[in-house]
């Protein structure tokens, strides 16, 4: 799918698809969106009168697993909400997704947005909330302003509001807008930000549903898993963890990025092979073979592309090849790419993108980067590679939040898997990659120079 | 300070927020506020301030947190490249280095005529458009190859 | 009760008590540099992290909550491994500038490197540079390379200052600490920020490159301004007074200290100083020895004495003036036979004397003013007069302490207040007086008469209602009389009032307390005894000869031109002082006395506790602890009893401190109210700007920098100055009793109508007259 403007062909997200299932690009409205079976699972808990823990139960059987990146099980999230509290809870969706690589809530909130409004009123009134917020990408304007206009066609149609449908249930959905920081992604981040501050991720615990937004309980969940739920309370748990693996319930949209012939969002099964999901993509650039994959997002640990070829794209699949599924995103790499000049644009992100807060990853993202770029620019050290494997480490773990761990593993990994490649540009000052057309410094040219 | 129609859309974001919570509509009316002013000059931050009823240097940290925010003045078209892995692997250098080229300056530099300012960009979660451009921040640009630039030049230079 | 287990040790802590805690409480050191016991957890520097079992990471002492069972090691591997990766990074881009670094000696980060820190850098990159901020004259930020981003300095500000003054902009390596663009640090609090920083980043202005610390000889003092008594370090070197630190005293100042109690020290080494006793004869001073000096001023009493009768002696002492000096003082007038001999300088209103059951003082320990639910605070700029009793009041309000604020001006305490009211002074009883009858009327009493007896009380306006409500509804009240309370010309029918709203409330009432010793002159005697005259009659009606202890009449009294006129007036004037001043110009006798470090003596503060301390350096040139003059001049004028050897001996002479308790009594009776007090057209509301309220601080000369002692304009609402047609921003003439000054007229929409507020205790304003009552304003 690498039509930048919609119609999309049809099943342009690939025939297993659920949540983009029918799904144009122009057929975002409300009523196209009912016309695809859209707020039939709201009306079916309000119809028979679902009980709050009924619904919980229905997803946790579901097996879904958060879309946003730690793959948690979301009907267990939802029940840690204190059902007695006095005040005002709150569902928040997290769709600032900033993470490389990642691109699927865009297309779930343009093209498909009132599943999410959906799935946010389902767990409102799964967890007894009546206040919702979507904190949007700052990056995604047009995104931010439709999802307004779906929010306001909901409202309009009883989908929203203090008496939805007529039952008594209330909840009230705003969004809301970042302005340009990935941190804000994280969690406690978002919620600091929701609150207009900088985005500083929070220690935990206290876990947002003890102590979420303004101090009060919270659930957080990706755009993704909120549009999930919809389908799952509609068709029942049980198909939906049929259609993935156990513990992997259901389908997961990956974003499939760079060398590959056809970029764009596919949703598959949990489980589907990754040789099929390369396939959907259009498989690697003509004339190119597959070096490495990074499996979930840049955050996560890079394989090499014979370690990918033989796994299946669900959360323990990968986790047992030596990655994690993260939030979907596969960045995949052919053999133009040097992997030190890969990592120095990563270990740059991360450096650029940390908070400041807390110590290890305010000090070591810029020590990370700054020895990654010495090695790409031919100043590189014999002693750099453990320093920099050692540094990794002593970020690992140590920070507030986990942007120092997606900071460090990279790092990590492209040692690990490629640390010939380091090495010859340390010693030779040269690249070791000579393809032209790729993501690599011009070879032959000693480094120091190179553009 | 600012207009009227501004202060109504920052009334208007505040109402999304419980009454004792103005602080939650900081980014939005700094967002009003920069597309009315250009940036966030020291007044500026200082009237959102006292409009949210906030600490003048907790709106100066948000507005120097959040990279879209400019605190001094850019240019009229501010065009901002992602850079990060993804679009990199799909040749969003080489469209920075036409859009360098065409421009005729360098990243967080501005045309003498103060027409165009070029940034670089983290990810915007559109990879698989690469690459891709901001325009003005608000204005998400796809597919932009050299030729695709150029046009777009052609369309602001107007 | 949670047990825990550190390094092999068991404790058991409470619900919510963290690692940290509970290795503090047995004895096991975790290195940290963010954490502060005062201030919230902000978990960023990640220097306190430990192993605890079952955790795969190291996790944070400061932030880990304790679970029943749990196991702890501070030292394994893991954890050593862990603080040394983050000692390594906190280096990195750390100067290595200890040797000309301020805070070299007393570093954390320099102390915990040689701990956790390797020997050798590994860092091989270039180091950040952060440019210098300029942040206001007391604390410097001009090392900001030297941050360390422990946020400790930002979470002072928001929590215990209570205003955010400072903030870190940018994000990751590039965040640095500021103040908003052009913006100072204005905060009375300012200077707990360079305690808090641990590193050399933010430095006192005032101290920097004038000696290393370990130099310093370190001495324990009082702090001789407020009446909270703030414990002090005093540190010196050559005799020479550097910096003042605070002594950690929960009690009273927890381990902050005032701007005020820290900076002040700079005027102890004012060119004002007095260095030898001087006379002045046929207009021109000259400097004599002290026996000379003495024996000329022991002779100019007794022929005062002896033409015009003892009461032509009037004796005035400082309320900053040690209980030593105090009780001498007044021993001195007494012996000389007049009774005249008062402490009370700012007050205007003596009507309580006589009628009170014992000693003015807060009527409970400072210490449990966070313990009450509802507070009544009357006529007080609280935040200037009392900086930590309000910090005790901001922390106290976010636990859920109700505030309540009845002040004749609406300036911010920084303080969650439930309700306020803001009326002029005149008004200011009737107001006391509604919320009073609000309580008694919500709590089904009967009215006392005294009450019944106040013209406006019967109307109850909402917020008196509102204030009532919520002072009804708590279980452990205090009601709070501020200086401007105490100095209200109808201050002790405010007293009356407040003891029977307390009375009604079963609240505990009493006075903040102005200065350091607003108790202790009490105790001391320095009140007039029968056929006496007080403070404010001495200098109505001048006397013909007045002994000054450490008081300069023009801007420590109530009335400033009427003080300085009896100055003139006068025949014979003696100043026990320690700096010149306007006693060059009135005084005939200037003996040179030693501040509060160059003396023993005690502070008896607003709660009764009795704080004694010795010299922390010698008295500068021949100057001389006032006890031991006031002792020698006793001795020459054959009074009786003068024979002390120590400061000791005085003050047990004075009182004991087992005897205080026994003399502290809030309780009037028989004060009538006046039935109707008509308002002046246009009134005066003048506070004590917090830089001017003692002769010592209004000598500090960084102090005066700040903005708090800009110099006083005349302050209305916008409704007063549009009656008057004046504008803001232009100057105006103010005339008060005989006196006139020009002043720029500002806004102030927090006054009430009809009130111009015109600072006192300042040069400025100190042809004005008294510091409440009718005023007139007109265009200049
Ligand atoms: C640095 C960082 C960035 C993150 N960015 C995102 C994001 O953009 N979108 C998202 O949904 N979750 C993101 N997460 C994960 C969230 O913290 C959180 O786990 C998630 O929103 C929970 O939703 P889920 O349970 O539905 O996955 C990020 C986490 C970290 C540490
Ligand atoms: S200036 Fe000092 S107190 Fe403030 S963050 Fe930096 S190191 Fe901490
Ligand atoms: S003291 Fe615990 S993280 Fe700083």
Redesign the interface.
């Known amino acids: 799918?690498?039509t930048?403007h919609p119609p999309l062909p049809a099943d342009a997200y690939g025939p297993d698809a659920l949540i983009m299932k029918g799904v144009d690009g122009l057929n975002w409205r409300l009523k196209d969106y009912e016309a695809r079976g859209g707020y039939r699972a709201l009306r079916k808990v309000i119809a028979e009168k679902m009980t709050p823990d009924a619904l919980i139960a229905e997803v946790k059987k579901s097996a879904l697993r958060g879309r946003g990146g730690a793959g948690f099980p979301t009907g267990l999230k939802w029940s840690f909400m204190p059902r007695e509290f006095p005040g005002?809870k709150y569902i928040v969706c997290n769709s600032d997704?900033?993470?490389?690589?990642?691109?699927k809530?865009?297309d779930i909130l343009r093209y498909n947005p009132h599943s999410v409004i959906e799935g946010m009123v389902l767990a409102g009134y799964a967890t007894g909330t009546t206040v919702g917020?979507n904190y949007i990408?700052?990056?995604?304007?047009?995104v931010y302003q439709r999802f307004e206009e779906a929010i306001e066609e909901a409202r309009a149609a009883g989908y929203l509001g203090s008496n939805i449908l007529g039952s008594g249930v209330a909840f009230e959905l705003?969004?809301?807008?970042?302005?340009?920081?990935?941190?804000c992604g994280e969690e406690t981040a978002l919620l600091e930000?929701?609150?207009?501050?900088?985005?500083l991720p929070r220690?935990k615990?206290p876990f947002p549903a003890s102590y979420g937004l303004?101090g009060k309980p919270t659930t957080i969940n990706n755009t993704e898993t909120f549009a999930a739920v919809p389908w799952i309370v509609a068709n029942g748990a049980e198909r939906y963890l049929e259609l993935g693996r156990p513990n992997n319930g259901g389908t997961k949209i990956f974003?499939?990025?760079?060398?590959v012939e056809r970029?764009?969002?596919y949703e598959v099964r949990l489980g589907t092979p990754f040789a099929k999901l390369l396939a959907m993509a259009g498989g690697v650039r003509a004339g190119r073979t597959l070096k490495a994959v990074i499996p979930g997002g840049?955050s996560m640990p890079v394989l090499p592309g014979e370690a990918m070829m033989r796994t299946d794209m669900d959360y323990d699949s990968i986790a047992k090849a030596g990655s994690m599924l993260g939030s979907g995103?596969v960045?995949?790499?052919d053999d133009s790419?040097c992997m030190v000049k890969?990592l120095e644009?990563?270990s740059y992100?991360y450096?650029?993108?940390?908070?400041?807060?807390?110590?290890?990853c305010?000090?070591?993202?810029?020590?990370l980067y700054?020895?990654v770029h010495?090695i790409e620019t031919g100043h590189g050290?014999p002693e750099d590679l453990d320093?920099l494997v050692n540094v990794a480490?002593?970020i690992l773990?140590?920070?507030?939040c986990a942007l120092g761990d997606a900071a460090a593993l990279p790092v990590k990994s492209f040692i690990a898997h490629f640390r010939e490649e380091f090495a010859y540009h340390i010693e030779h000052k040269r690249c070791l990659v000579s393809i032209p057309g790729g993501?690599a410094t011009v070879p032959g040219v000693p480094l120091g120079e190179a553009a | 300070m600012l207009s009227r129609e501004a202060l109504d859309k920052v009334d208007r974001a505040l109402t999304k927020y419980p009454p004792d919570q103005k602080q939650s509509a900081v980014l939005a009316a700094l967002v009003i506020a920069q597309e009315e002013k250009g940036h966030l000059s020291t007044e500026v931050m200082d009237f959102v301030a006292h409009y949210l009823g906030m600490p003048p240097v907790a709106v100066y940290e948000v507005a120097t947190f959040y990279t879209m925010f400019d605190c001094t003045p850019a240019g009229a078209n501010k065009l901002c490249v992602c850079t990060n892995l993804p679009c990199a692997l799909r040749g969003s250098v080489a469209a920075l280095e036409h859009l360098k080229q065409r421009l005729g300056v360098e990243l967080n530099e501005t045309t003498p005529d103060g027409k165009f300012t070029l940034r670089e960009g983290e990810c915007f979660g559109a990879c698989g458009d690469a690459p891709v451009m901001l325009h003005n921040n608000k204005r998400m640009l796809s597919f932009m190859t050299p030729d695709r630039i150029d046009q777009l030049l052609a369309e602001l230079s107007k | 009760m949670l047990k825990i287990e550190i390094d092999g040790r068991q404790t058991e802590v409470p619900p919510g008590a963290t690692v940290m805690d509970a290795a503090t409480r047995v004895g096991v050191f975790i290195p940290y540099f963010c954490y502060h016991k005062k201030l919230s957890i902000a978990a960023n520097c990640r220097m306190c992290l430990v192993q605890v079992e079952k955790a795969p990471k190291p996790l944070p002492a400061c932030a880990t909550p304790v679970t029943d069972g749990m196991k702890v090691w501070t030292q394994s591997e893991l954890a050593r491994q862990a603080q040394r990766g983050v000692m390594e990074f906190l280096l990195i881009n750390h100067p290595l500038d200890c040797p000309i670094c301020d805070q070299g000696g007393e570093c954390r980060l320099q102390d915990l490197s040689v701990g956790y820190g390797g020997s050798a850098s590994r860092y091989r990159e270039p180091k950040r540079v952060v440019s210098e901020k300029e942040i206001g004259p007391l604390v410097s930020a001009q090392e900001m390379t030297r941050c360390i981003h422990c946020t400790r300095c930002i979470r002072f500000g928001q929590e215990i200052g209570g205003v955010m003054e400072l903030g870190m902009i940018g994000r990751g390596e590039h965040a640095e600490i500021v103040a908003f663009v052009g913006r100072t640090v204005d905060s009375e609090l300012s200077g707990n920020m360079i305690d808090i920083c641990p590193v050399g980043a933010l430095t006192s202005k005032p101290f920097r490159y004038t000696a290393r610390t370990w130099e310093l000889a370190r001495r324990k003092s009082v702090s001789p301004h407020c009446g909270l008594g703030a414990n002090l370090i005093v540190q010196a070197i050559h005799n020479r007074v550097m910096r003042v630190v605070p002594r950690e005293n929960e009690a009273l100042n927890e381990c902050w200290l005032s701007d005020k109690d820290r900076f002040s020290y700079e005027g102890l080494n004012s060119e004002e100083r007095v260095r030898r006793p001087m006379l002045k004869q046929g207009g021109e001073w000259r400097e004599v020895d002290w026996q000379v000096a003495l024996e000329h001023t022991a002779h100019a009493l007794r022929e005062t004495r002896a033409k015009h009768g003892a009461g032509a002696i009037g004796a005035l002492g400082s309320p900053h003036a040690t209980l030593e000096e105090l009780h001498l003082l007044q021993k001195l007038a007494r012996g000389l036979g007049s009774e005249s001999v008062d402490f009370r300088l700012r007050r205007c209103d003596f009507s309580a004397d006589g009628k009170r059951a014992g000693v003015p003082w807060l009527g409970m320990p400072v210490a449990e003013i966070g313990a009450l639910d509802r507070v009544l605070v009357v006529g007080s700029f609280l935040r200037k007069d009392h900086a930590l009793i309000a910090q005790r009041l901001r922390q106290a309000a976010k636990r859920g302490q109700q505030i309540n604020l009845l002040h004749v001006a609406g300036d911010d305490p920084l303080v969650r207040l439930a309700n306020r009211l803001t009326v002029a002074p005149s008004a200011l009883p009737v107001a006391l007086a509604r919320i009073a009858r609000a309580v008694i009327e919500a709590k089904g009493g009967a009215l006392p008469p005294a009450l019944a007896q106040l013209e406006a009380a019967p109307a109850v306006t909402e917020t008196a209602r509102a204030i009532a409500a919520s002072l009804a509804s708590g279980a452990r009240v205090g009601i709070f009389l501020g200086n401007a309370a105490e100095q209200h010309p109808r201050a002790a029918e405010l007293h009356a009032i407040a003891q029977e709203l307390a009375g009604a409330l079963d609240a505990r009432f009493g006075f903040l307390g102005e200065a350091a010793n607003s108790v202790g002159g009490y105790l001391a005697g320095c009140v007039p005894g029968p056929g006496g005259m007080n403070a404010g009659a001495m200098l109505a009606d001048p006397r013909k000869a007045y002994v000054l202890l450490n008081v300069e009449p023009a801007l420590d009294c109530h009335n400033a031109a009427q003080a300085l006129a009896a100055m003139h007036a006068a025949d014979m004037v003696i100043a026990l002082s320690a700096f010149g001043g306007g006693a060059l110009d009135y005084a005939d006798v200037i003996l040179p006395i030693g501040p509060f470090t160059e003396t023993s003596g005690t502070f008896v503060n607003t709660e009764g506790r009795a704080q004694s301390f010795n010299g922390v350096v010698p008295p500068l040139g021949d100057a001389r602890p006032a006890w031991k003059v006031l002792r020698v001049l006793g001795n020459m004028l054959g009074v009786e009893g003068f024979d002390f050897d120590t400061s000791e001996a005085v003050r047990d002479a004075a009182c004991r401190a087992s005897d205080v308790a026994g003399r502290l009594d809030n309780r009037v009776s028989g004060i009538a109210l006046e039935r109707r007090a008509p308002a002046p057209a246009l009134e005066r509301v003048a506070e004590v700007p917090i830089y001017s309220a003692d002769p010592l601080v209004r000598r500090a000369s960084s102090l005066q920098q700040t903005h708090d002692a800009a110099p006083p304009s005349a302050f209305m609402n916008a409704a007063t100055i549009a009656r008057l047609g004046l504008a803001a921003g232009a100057p105006v003439r103010v005339r008060q009793e005989s006196g006139t000054a020009v002043l720029e007229l500002a806004r102030d929409d927090g006054l009430a109508d009809g009130c111009v507020r015109i600072a006192a205790a300042h040069p400025a304003t100190a042809a004005l007259g008294a510091m409440f009552g009718e005023i007139r304003v007109e265009p200049a």
């Open positions: 799918m690498t930048a005002q997704e900033g993470e490389p690589g990642t691109f809530d865009r917020y990408h700052g990056e995604i304007w047009d705003h969004a809301h807008h970042g302005w340009g920081a990935y941190i930000s929701l609150e207009g501050k900088k985005g220690f615990p303004y974003s499939v990025s760079g060398h970029p764009g969002n840049s995103a960045i995949v790499m790419t890969a644009r990563l992100f450096f650029e993108e940390s908070c400041g807060q807390c110590t290890p305010r000090e070591g993202t810029g020590w700054r020895m010495r050290r320093v480490d002593n773990g140590r920070t507030i993501y």
